[in-house]
Every structure is written in C-alpha cells, then in structure tokens.
C-alpha cells in the first residue's frame, strides 16, 4: 500500500463546556485498511468522526487527507472532500425509493430525472460492490440491513473515499453483519479506507485490520488487529486501573427488596431485549449492572419501574408480586426510578421547580393541589440538598445538568422508597456533581434502601456498588462480587464471556 | 443543513417574558387589521371609517352590546372546550362539529318530550346536548389514544359529518311541516327554551359559561387532574413516567371538551333560534381556536377575548349595509389567526443572522 494515510488526525482537542470530548486524539488510517474506533460510550468515538465530518470542529490539532492538510468547515465541505458517514440513524426518506434516495441532494444531475439511467447507475455500482439492493424499491420496503446497504451507496455515489460507519452492526442480524464486512472488504480493496465506531469486541477482532481505543476522550493505543486479542482490548478500552475505593466490603444484607424470577422483555422494535434475566436485590445494598450501552440495560430498568411489559417472568417487590403492576402501584410500593432521560421523562423541561417536585407525589390527600404547602417543600428541598437555581417558580430547562439530576434525586429520596432503579445518573455530569450524586446514593444504601445502579463506567460500579450484574445482549453473564472481582473479569463478560459457574450468585 | 455565508437562524428563546406574551397578541391582532385594511381599501372605502362602524355597531349601542354578549356565549363555551384539549396538546379541531352534535342532543331531548316542565326538560337538554358533544369529542380520542391516530384531521373531518348529520334532520325526519319547506325544526315548546334577560336575546348561557369559566380556571390551577393534563401536554414521557393515566387522560379531556361545546350548541338552539335549523353556526367552534390561542389558553381572558370577537361578528353584520359582505369577518379573523400564528415564532424563539456557518 501507499506510504501516504488517506486519513490522518493529529492531536485533535475538542472541548465542550465542561467536558474534554477529545483530548489530543491522533489517528491514521490508511487506504486500502479498515480501521476500528473502539472506546465504550462516552469515550469520544462520536466527538471525534464528527469532527471528521465537518461537523464540529476541533479546537486544536490538524487533520490531513492524503498528506495534505485540511479544514473541514461543514459537512458538505467534507463529503465533498470525500468523506462519507453513514449514522447508526439513517437518514432516508421512507416513501421515496432507494434510486430517490441516493438521487436526493446529488449535483449534477440537473432538473429532469433520468430514472432509468440513474437505475442502471445504481444497479451496477451494487454489483461491483457485491450489494444486493433493488434501486425502484420503497425505503419502507426494505430491510434494515438493506436500508443500511442505501446509505453506503448514498455515500460511495457521492464519491466517498472514506468511509465511516457509526455502529454498523448494532441494528443487523449476524448474518447480515457478516455481509455487510465483506462489502467493507471489497471496498478498501478498491482503494477505499472505513472507518467503523464500535464497542463490540468480536466484531472488531473479526472484521477489521487496525484498532484504535479510545478511553475517556484519550486515545489509548492503536493495535493491528491480528496482533491484538479479546483480554487485550477489553483492558485498553475499560482501563487498567481501577481504583478501587470502597468504604466497606462486607456488608450486612438486610431482607430482600427486588426479586426477579425469569425476565424477558421487548425492546420499541419489538425485539427480544432482555431475555430470562433473574437476580435480586437486599435492603441496604447496591447492585450495579455493567454493560455496554444497549444491551438490554435501559429496558430491565423499565421493567422493574413498570414503564414496559414484562414478557416472560415474575417481579417481586418486598416479597409482593409485581409483574402487571402499573407504574402509580409501584411508585406506591415504594419503586423509585431515576430514568436515563431526566430531562422529558423524570422532569418535564418547561414546567418550574415546585411543579417537577410534585411531579409523582401530587396524587396524596385529596383532589386540590396544595400549592403553598407543596412550594414550602420544595424550597426546604432546594436548601437541603443544595440545588441551585433561579427561582423555584422558574421552569427547570434553565438550569444546569448537575442541578437537575439534584432535584430529581431529591424529589425520589424525599418519597421514601424501598428500592431505587438508577440509570447513568451520573452521565453528563461534572465532577462535583457526579459526587453529589454518588454520596447521595450511598447514603440511602446505608438508610437501609436497595438501590440498583445501571452505569457504563466501571470505576463507578465499582466503587459503589456491594455486588455487580453483568449484561450483555439482553443476558446476565455473570454476577460478582464488587469487592473481590477484577475490572478485566467484569470486561471480559461485557464482551460476552460467560462467567464460569464457580462463584454462587 | 448549515451553510457557509451569512444565514438567518431561529433559536429558541430561554425564556419567554411576559411582555412578549402580552405583547405579541396585540400586535398580531393589530397586523390582522392592518392587513385587512388593506383589502378594504382596494375596495375604495377608507379602512378607519369600516372599521370605525364595525366598532359602533358593536359596542356602540345597548342592543350591540347585548347582541355582541349573544355571540360571545357560544364562543366562551367552544374556546374554554378547545383550550382545555389544547392543554394537553390535543388538537381538537372539531369544536364547530361538536357544537353541532350538542344541538342536535338538546334538540332530540326538546322534541321527544315537549310537555315537560322547563325545569326538567332544560336540566335534561343542557345533559343531553353536553352528553352529545361529548361523545363527539371522544370518538376521535380512542384512535388518538390507542393507536396515535392524528387527532387533528379525525376532528376536522368530523366537523362535516356533524353538520350533515343535523342538516339530515333538518331537511328530513324533523322538518316543519309548517316551516314553508325551510330546513327549520318545529319550535321548541316554552318548557325547551332558556329564559332571556329583559328585552335582549342574553340567555342563561351567559351563567353556563361563566360557571364553566370558573371550574375550568379551578380545574387548570388547582385541582391535581389539571395538574395531570399541564404535565400531560408538556411531556407525555413525564406523565407516563409519573403514574399518571395518559390514555384516560386523553379520552376524559376529549370528553370534557366536546361536552362543552355541545352545551354551546344546546344554548344555541334553546336561547336563540329555539329549534333546530340548518347553519346553526356562523363556525363559533372555528373562532374559538383562535380565540383560545390568542388568550393563551387562559380561561378569565377567554371571556375578554370572547367579547372582542363577538363585536367583530355583530360588527361584521353592521357593515353589511354599507355594502360589504358579512364574510369580511371570515377574513378579518382568518388575518388576525394569521399573525397570531406568526407571532408565535417570536415568542418563542429570537432571530439570529448568522456570519459563519457553525453549529453548536
């Protein structure tokens, strides 16, 4: 192959208020290569294509396309350049066909639309890259696998030399994943280089030549892909050093809070998304759940919450069968949800304060809302935990993330509940807000509350919680014992190794 | 997408203040005038001096005045029903065919049983008429709650079928024989009709939509059912999330506001024509959508609102003899929903000229 990298990003710095997203990343991919951006969620992959495609741009560091540097000042500036994306959300318009489709937004082809060339332009272009698509089909027609396959010819009719897929195989069966490689492989034979952001180890050790890992915005390391194995980059993508500081290990469990017995649920697309899952929760204990994102975390928190069907299984809740309760008989039973949206589902952006606190306890005493005794509350809440805001009759979009989560915290600990679900309360958080919420999660473990604690940063589920559930693709692989586990035990099963049958749940 | 030269760029506003709030109405409707105006003028008359008429004729007189408050009853009572749905963020769109279901209800109670005392048959037309319009109002909630069908075109659409529903009767199984082939029910027996005040056409009506004023500003403020429908129409995620009952919560409001406006139509028919005929409604359920955006969904400055647009309809009547045709109201409100609509846009969000094309 040529000496010169098609793509090369050097010391690539992007900051967002608060966050370093990217901080000095350097990257080379060459022609020819497929190149792997591995990195667990939050870990800059993302941040860092976007800068690729014009989308942001970086605050320091260069970026070179075949030797030669460039600006990538929008990303039609950068699809012109010969950069082309392909979302994990495509972009298609549903009623129009695929030939359509690809037609959208082209130059050059003037006022009149020459159907049929423009088939027979597609069909050949399918051919060479061994697709198999039917350029008059509908959008909605088609497969997801088949949609996915419009959008990389979308991209390669747009004269695209790089290639970058943004999760590619999370939305396809293993076959059609299979299929979609081999035409990345046809591809970079032709001269062509792809990128693929992934967090999935087996796909990355198969289908790719060089990887790239990422780590909280820094880049790691980059490893030729034969060279490097499972343990290896599950290490460099979760850390090698975890500290781990708890406060006790032993605990005294008190009685058992949650128990789930066998349960399966659906995803929005009506897929299997958690799948015989049992496990329980005691009094006085924190149970993590680590995993990488979408592999079935949000939905068994909506199980357990009542927000989604329980499938297949049974869910009790202090010994009292839960399983087709509503979601006002268990925040009556005492589940409290702290949902990975706070803002839209755990509080409503538009509405103040006084309004967002009220917002599952209103229903208690009577049919009048009693405001002045409801804005006394909320105002002694707002002191108590320290929220800072402008007003409380303010709506709360205005203020700032750390805040928001401190309000919701403390409207669901203020209702007193027996078992707290937390999905990544700490994501998107700055780091004196993130220990606001972990303190404040320990100290309900210690007044007795079970708490299970959803997260993606091992370091977190570590350090707080007393026993760690591992998922991946909607399965429990395995749950330790937080205090004698190590992170490459609990990496290696988030890739998908099932944990050897020695320890007891 | 973005581009590289200067672009003009909407951002959403923060916070929305209070003088926008109050503000934007008032130039809206001012800009509708204006822009009516405009057309007036090309017509050779001065826009000031029709104006001007409009607004004596209005309120200008003890009988414009009475006959202003006539209109603004049915208009209270639709625009209070479109804005508790609205509330919600449910675009119920079919006040007029609601208005209209409620007439036919009263009507039907009026006609079956014309011995009854007023003290029972009104009780009973006021329950038939809301009973009516109620349902009228729930039938395109169902899909709406259980399938997400569009509430907004179920509800339009069932505007038409209601008023050919009644235009049936008018013009078949419940026409006058004595009413010289006019499609006019026979009149209401002196039990079916609401009592007026002194020599003017207000009726009870006035005192349901007062009442209804008052329970939905205790409904909206005070009550946790309210509160519900607020959270329910800002964040259906959040509703859910909270426990409440989303599903009902659409079919009751659905009800609610249906209800109504088919007590508009029962007071329509009992205060007014006393019977039932063709074209019951000059489109008050129309009106109302404007009415109730333009208070902001405010059920006290609904009455306000109210009285304004029933000065223009009695306005609109009073320049007819000078040669315009009564339908210079369609278009004076279709002006005025105009900048409302468009001012919007500037409560909401500011206006920024972008020099580079960046985002974020």
Redesign the interface.
């Known amino acids: 192959m040529s000496s010169m990298p098609m793509v090369e990003m050097v010391s690539i710095t992007k900051r967002f208020p608060g966050v370093i997203a990217n901080d000095s990343v350097s990257i080379k991919v060459n022609t020819g290569e497929i190149h792997a951006l591995l990195g667990e969620n939050g870990a800059g992959k993302s941040t860092l294509m976007s800068i690729l495609t014009g989308?942001?741009?970086p605050d320091e560091g260069e970026i070179y396309l075949r030797g030669l540097k460039t600006e990538l000042?929008?990303?039609?500036d950068a699809a012109n350049k010969g950069i082309g994306m392909v979302h994990q959300h495509f972009k298609l318009v549903k009623s129009f066909t695929v030939a359509e489709n690809i037609m959208l937004g082209l130059k050059g082809e003037g006022m009149i639309i020459d159907r049929t060339s423009i088939e027979k332009r597609i069909r050949e272009f399918c051919q060479q890259y061994g697709m198999a698509v039917d350029p008059a089909a509908k959008i909605w027609q088609l497969t997801v696998g088949e949609q996915q396959r419009v959008e990389i010819i979308k991209a390669l009719f747009r004269g695209a030399e790089i290639l970058i897929l943004d999760e590619p195989t999370a939305v396809l069966t293993p076959q059609e994943a299979k299929d979609l490689y081999k035409t990345l492989r046809i591809m970079t034979r032709q001269g062509k280089a792809v990128i693929v952001i992934s967090h999935k180890l087996s796909e990355v050790l198969e289908g790719t030549d060089t990887v790239t890992v990422l780590r909280g915005g820094k880049s790691v390391g980059t490893v030729k892909t034969e060279l490097a194995d499972e343990q290896e980059l599950s290490r460099m993508m979760v850390g090698r050093h975890i500290a781990v500081s708890r406060d006790k290990c032993l605990i005294e469990k008190g009685k058992q809070i949650l128990k789930l017995q066998g349960i399966s649920c659906l995803n929005n697309r009506g897929q299997l998304a958690v799948q015989g899952i049992s496990l329980d929760i005691h009094a006085g204990e924190i149970l993590g759940i680590a995993g990488v994102a979408g592999n079935g975390q949000s939905e068994l928190a909506e199980v357990i919450?009542g927000?989604r069907s329980v499938e297949e299984g049974t869910k009790y809740i202090d010994g009292v069968n839960h399983t087709q309760s509503?979601?006002?008989a268990?925040?009556d039973a005492g589940v409290s949800?702290i949902?990975e949206?706070r803002m839209?589902?755990?509080?409503?952006?538009?509405?103040n304060a006084v309004?967002n606190y009220?917002?599952?306890s209103?229903?208690k005493h009577?049919?009048?809302?009693d405001?002045s005794r409801v804005k006394t509350q909320t105002q002694e809440v707002v002191e108590r935990f320290s929220i800072k805001l402008a007003s409380i009759a303010?709506?709360v979009?205005?203020m700032s993330g750390g805040n928001l989560q401190k309000l919701l915290l403390a409207r669901e600990i203020m209702a007193d509940p027996r078992l707290i679900v937390a999905v990544y309360p700490m994501r998107g958080l700055d780091v004196g807000a993130m220990e606001a919420v972990r303190k404040l999660l320990l100290a309900q473990r210690d007044a007795g509350k079970a708490v299970l604690l959803i997260s993606e940063e091992l370091e977190e589920l570590f350090a707080l919680s007393d026993r760690i559930a591992v998922l991946h693709r909607g399965e429990i692989m395995g749950i330790v014992d937080s205090c004698t586990a190590t992170a490459e035990e609990v990496g290696m099963m988030m890739a998908g190794k099932r944990m050897l049958e020695k320890d007891a749940m | 997408m973005l581009c590289n030269i200067s672009s003009l760029r909407f951002e959403k506003r923060e916070d929305v203040s209070t003088t926008m709030i109050l503000l934007v109405p008032i130039l809206s409707v001012f800009c509708g005038l204006l822009f009516a105006g405009l057309f007036i003028a090309l017509t050779g008359k001065n826009p000031v001096d029709v104006y001007m008429l409009m607004f004596e004729g209005a309120f200008g007189s003890q009988y414009g005045i009475s006959e202003t408050i006539v209109k603004a009853i049915p208009l209270i009572l639709c625009s209070l029903a479109v804005a508790l749905a609205f509330r919600m963020q449910l675009w119920n769109i079919g006040a007029e065919g609601q208005l209209y279901m409620g007439a036919f209800g009263a009507t039907w109670a009026a006609l079956s049983f014309p011995e009854w005392p007023a003290s029972q048959l009104l009780p009973f037309m006021v329950i038939m008429g809301a009973l009516m319009g109620g349902l009228w109002g729930l039938l395109p909630a169902i899909p709406r709650a259980y399938f997400k069908v569009n509430e907004t075109i179920t509800t339009l659409l069932m505007n038409y079928i209601a008023i050919l529903w009644v235009d049936y009767f008018v013009y078949g199984p419940w026409k006058d024989p004595k009413g010289l082939g006019f499609p006019i029910t026979a009149p209401f027996s002196s039990g079916a009709i609401l009592p007026s005040f002194g020599i003017t056409r207000i009726h009870w009506g006035i005192i349901f939509a007062i009442v209804a004023v008052v329970i939905l500003y205790i409904i909206q403020n005070y009550t946790k059912w309210g509160f519900e429908i607020r959270v329910s129409g800002e964040s259906a995620a959040a509703a859910k999330y909270a426990g409440m009952n989303y599903t009902r919560n659409i079919l009751l409001v659905m009800f609610i506001s249906g209800s109504l406006a088919g007590i508009a139509g029962m007071t329509e028919v009992s205060g007014i024509t006393q019977r039932l005929q063709h074209g019951i409604s000059p489109g008050y359920g129309y009106s109302a959508i404007i009415i109730a955006w333009l208070a902001r969904l405010h059920p006290v400055v609904i009455v306000f609102v109210s009285v304004i647009f029933g000065g223009l309809l009695v306005g609109g009547f009073s320049i007819q003899t000078s040669g315009f045709p009564a339908a210079t109201v369609a278009m004076l409100q279709g002006a005025i929903l105009f900048f409302v609509v468009g001012g919007e846009i500037f409560t909401q969000y500011r206006i920024r000229l972008d020099r580079k094309g960046r985002s974020l």
Request: no cysteine; hydrophobic share 40%; net charge positive.
């Open positions: 989308l942001y741009r000042s929008s990303p039609k919450a927000l509503t979601i006002r268990l925040v949800y949902p949206d839209g589902t755990g509080l409503v952006p538009s509405l309004d009220v917002l599952k209103y229903k009577g049919w009048l809302m405001w303010s709506p979009k205005m």
